[in-house]
C-alpha cells in the first residue's frame, strides 16, 4: 500500500525543485495540492511513499520529473475565457492586422489542451467570413506549453461533451466542428491548419518562436514569484513586434514588473502594447 503522507523536509525540497523546473511558487501551506496532484503518479509508479517519489524527483530521476511536473502544471481551461479578448480581437484587433504583407502571427503561450489557442483560430475563421480578402498572406497560431500529454491532446484536437460545453458558442460548434472518435467532437481542419503547437517551458529562450503581433500569456504568471514574472514579461516583450500587443490574465497586471508595455483601457477589459523601440 502507497503512503501518501510526507514531511515538512520533503515538501520543501519538492517546492524548491518545481520552483526551479518550471517557475511555480508553492508557498508554505500547499501540501494537500502536492499531495492530491503526486498521489496518481506515485501509484502509477509503484513508489511505496510520497517520500520516496520525491527523493527520485529530487535526485534527478527523469521519467518522474517529467510526471511530476506534468502533474503539478495547472490545466485548467475552456472556450473563449473571459470573453472579452476575443471580443476585442473580432471587433477592432484583427482589423489593425488584416491587410499586413506578412502572415499575422499569435502566441497563445501556457496553452493548455488547446482552447485558447483554437478560440483564436475560430475567432479569426469568423472575421475572416465577413472580410473576405483579409490576411491575405495568412495567420499563424503558436501554441505552447510545458506539458507534452497537453501537446498532442492539441494537436489531436479531439474534445469530449464535458470540455464541448464549458464556453463554447453553438454556432461556432457547429461551424468549427465534425465528429470524432467515441463520441467526441474534433475541431475541423480549416481551424487546424492555422494553428500548430510545440513544447515550450517559460523558464527558457522563445527565441526560436520567432516575432509575434499579438500574444496571449494569461493565467499563467500568477503562479511565478516577482523576480521570474520579470524574466517573462523582459523575454516575452523582446518576442512581440513594435506596437504588437499583450494580453494577460483578467487578475494580472504588468505594474512593477517591466516598462516594455503602455496599457489600453477598454469596456471591458484592457490589453497592452509593446512601446517601439
Known amino acids: 500500500m502507497t503512503d501518501i503522507e510526507f514531511d515538512q523536509n520533503h515538501y520543501i525540497s519538492f517546492s524548491h525543485f518545481l520552483e526551479k523546473a ?11 495540492l502536492v499531495r492530491s496532484r503526486l498521489t496518481p503518479i506515485i501509484k502509477q509508479f509503484k513508489c511505496v511513499s510520497i517520500n520516496v517519489f520525491i527523493d527520485s524527483v529530487v535526485k534527478g530521476n527523469l521519467q518522474h520529473k517529467t510526471a511530476a511536473v506534468e502533474a503539478m502544471t495547472t490545466n485548467e481551461t475552456l472556450w473563449f475565457r473571459d470573453d472579452y479578448p476575443f471580443r476585442l480581437l473580432e471587433n477592432s484587433i484583427l482589423n489593425q492586422f488584416s491587410n499586413k504583407k506578412t502572415a499575422m502571427r499569435v502566441w497563445s503561450a501556457a496553452c ?7 478560440s483564436i483560430a475560430m475567432t479569426t475563421l469568423n472575421f475572416k467570413k465577413q472580410r473576405p480578402n483579409a490576411f491575405c498572406a495568412g495567420v499563424e497560431i503558436v501554441g505552447t506549453d510545458i506539458s507534452q500529454e497537453m501537446i498532442q491532446r492539441c494537436r489531436i484536437a479531439e474534445y469530449d461533451q464535458l470540455a464541448i460545453s464549458r464556453g463554447l458558442p453553438k454556432q ?8 470524432g472518435n467515441n463520441g467526441n467532437l474534433r475541431i475541423k481542419s480549416q481551424v487546424r491548419a492555422l494553428a500548430n503547437f510545440r513544447s515550450i517551458n517559460l523558464l527558457d529562450s522563445y527565441s526560436s518562436l520567432g516575432k509575434f503581433d499579438i500574444i496571449f500569456c494569461r493565467n499563467v504568471l500568477i503562479y511565478f514569484s516577482h523576480e521570474v514574472k520579470r524574466q517573462i514579461l523582459q523575454k516575452i516583450a523582446a518576442c512581440l513586434q513594435d506596437d504588437g500587443i499583450l494580453f494577460l490574465g483578467a487578475s494580472e497586471s504588468i505594474s512593477g514588473l517591466t516598462d516594455k508595455f503602455v496599457m489600453v483601457r477598454c469596456n471591458p477589459g484592457l490589453y497592452y502594447i509593446k512601446k517601439p523601440i
Not at 461556432?172 to 465528429?179: A, I, L, R, Y
Open 22 to 32: 518550471c517557475g511555480i511558487v508553492l508557498g508554505d501551506n500547499k501540501q494537500y
Open 112 to 118: 493548455s489542451s488547446g482552447q485558447e489557442a483554437y
Open 172 to 179: 461556432f460548434k457547429s461551424d468549427f466542428f465534425e465528429p
